[in-house]
């Protein structure tokens, strides 16, 4: 590394841009590139790209090139306090920043600059890394696709007339575009696992409770379904991020106690004889054919790694109604200072999940509770006989933005949310999963295979996804519009 913060590699910009993180974090402690450089590099490329694909709701450039100098200093120094010391990062916009304006999608919070970090930029933070702003999600967070009143669509860069998916849609384009080198994500219903199939990234949703929620809106209000994760082009890249921000803090009681897994260990383990489950529908969904047949040949393919490969034979009733409860009702509760007084404020979909919120009843909730515990000895009955289950990521391949299909295979279908049947039955069981680059459609946009495990075991599921990685890879791969 040098003062004048030139790199000493022979790394053109385009490719340092989509270096791993792993991968940067030796050449910046090797001095072979700056913290200022690479936050630069970044900064250019979401200056240019950004106005395209809409990945970013908020820029923390001044800061960022403050905390960069700071971090060079630091390893001019020898001082390398953190794991993520001088890498550039971006921030879901639904994690409260300090001094960073947090909108949440939201119009009504267009102008909120908090004081105060949420649990998961805390850890970033102390870690070294180096936030560049805050990623495009819905409004709250409440659909699968990245919209809100606050600007475009953020658009997919395999096709810009797509969808990125969401919630965490502006994490995944930004990170596949080479607009940071790692990015937070959430999933509540899918968020993580749907725009990362739809963009060939890799997301995991760890187990329910594994990383910590703090602050939010009510404190009181149980969390059933959403957990924090991290979105990479590469699952060692997620392996490290998820590993520095899970674990317990008590002003999360429901963030789990036990241990984190040991995750970048995890991602170097030999998966021979892993029994694994092929399910290509829970036993309800409709999956577009070109979509199940590239996931089932994904599936198969680990055979080759050494893996046992069988049909499951799990069979769900489709448990959407129940999880639309513990979705829509606790965000309603939640937001009350400003539903329904700024419902004119509000996108479409908030409007119509908080009218929903406001019908059901105890009866209705309690029911929805009950019905976790019933699908939770479905995938328990599951473990018993695998060790991780397989399925697609979403039921169809990225579809045009607001127009998602209405027919798979010939029927008729409920619109977007029937377009994801895969992930929000996992998000109630609180089981980790993840979404894996398993292929392209004919037409050159990405398909993700869904990889479930355990509850408590990231590392299985990390595994299997890094021999899958390592055999198939992905990383390379470049959409058209960056």
């Not at 703090?214 to 009181?220: C, E, M």
């Not at 004119?344 to 908080?354: E, G």
């Not at 995938?379 to 979403?394: A, K, N, R, V, Y």
Request: hydrophobic share 35%; proline share 7%.
């Amino acid at each position: 590394m040098r003062n004048e913060n030139q790199r000493t590699v022979n790394v053109p910009d385009d490719e340092l841009a989509f270096t791993p993180m792993t991968e940067l974090l030796t050449l910046l402690s090797q001095k072979k590139v700056s913290p200022v450089e690479i936050t630069d590099l970044y900064i250019r490329r979401i200056e240019r790209l950004n106005i395209r694909l809409n990945a970013y709701l908020e820029c923390s450039f001044d800061q960022a090139r403050i905390d960069a100098k700071s971090a060079e200093q630091s390893i001019m120094d020898g001082n390398v306090t953190g794991p993520l010391m001088g890498v550039p990062v971006s921030v879901k916009d639904l994690e409260m920043t300090a001094g960073i304006r947090t909108t949440g999608g939201s119009l009504i919070f267009k102008d909120r600059i908090p004081n105060i970090d949420s649990i998961v930029v805390e850890r970033i933070k102390e870690a070294g890394g180096i936030i560049l702003g805050k990623t495009n999600t819905p409004e709250f967070g409440l659909l699968g696709e990245t919209r809100n009143r606050l600007g475009d669509d953020c658009r997919n860069p395999w096709d810009l007339n797509k969808t990125s998916g969401g919630s965490s849609g502006g994490a995944a384009v930004a990170t596949v575009s080479g607009m940071c080198s790692v990015a937070t994500g959430s999933d509540g219903g899918g968020s993580i696992r749907i725009p990362a199939s739809f963009t060939g990234t890799y997301g995991i949703k760890p187990t329910q409770g594994r990383v910590p929620r703090y602050p939010v809106l009510d404190p009181h209000i149980a969390n059933h379904t959403s957990q924090s994760g991290p979105i990479s082009r590469t699952v060692k890249d997620s392996a490290l991020l998820l590993q520095l921000i899970a674990g317990h803090d008590k002003r999360d009681p429901s963030s789990l106690s036990s241990p984190v897994p040991d995750l970048l260990s995890a991602v170097s383990r030999d998966i021979s004889g892993l029994r694994i489950g092929w399910t290509p529908d829970f036993g309800f969904a409709k999956v577009d054919p070109e979509i199940e047949e590239i996931c089932q040949s994904a599936a198969k393919s680990f055979e080759d790694l050494g893996c046992y490969v069988d049909e499951s034979d799990l069979k769900m009733q489709d448990p959407f109604e129940q999880w639309y409860v513990l979705f829509a009702l606790p965000s309603m509760i939640a937001n009350t200072s400003i539903w329904p007084s700024r419902s004119r404020d509000m996108s479409d979909y908030v409007r119509q999940a908080y009218r929903a919120g406001e019908k059901y009843t105890t009866l209705e909730y309690a029911r929805a509770l009950g019905h976790i515990d019933t699908l939770r000895v479905k995938l328990e009955e599951q473990f018993q006989i695998f060790d991780l289950l397989i399925s697609p990521t979403m039921a169809v391949p990225p579809y045009d933005c607001r127009q998602p299909p209405r027919q798979i295979k010939g029927e008729d279908i409920d619109g977007s949310w029937a377009c994801l049947p895969f992930t929000y039955p996992i998000n109630m069981t609180g089981n980790p999963a993840a979404s894996i680059p398993a292929g392209m459609t004919s037409s050159g946009l990405p398909v993700g295979l869904h990889i479930i495990g355990r509850i408590g075991a990231e590392d299985d599921v990390v595994a299997a996804s890094a021999a899958f990685e390592k055999a198939y890879p992905w990383a390379h791969l470049r959409p058209p519009a960056i």
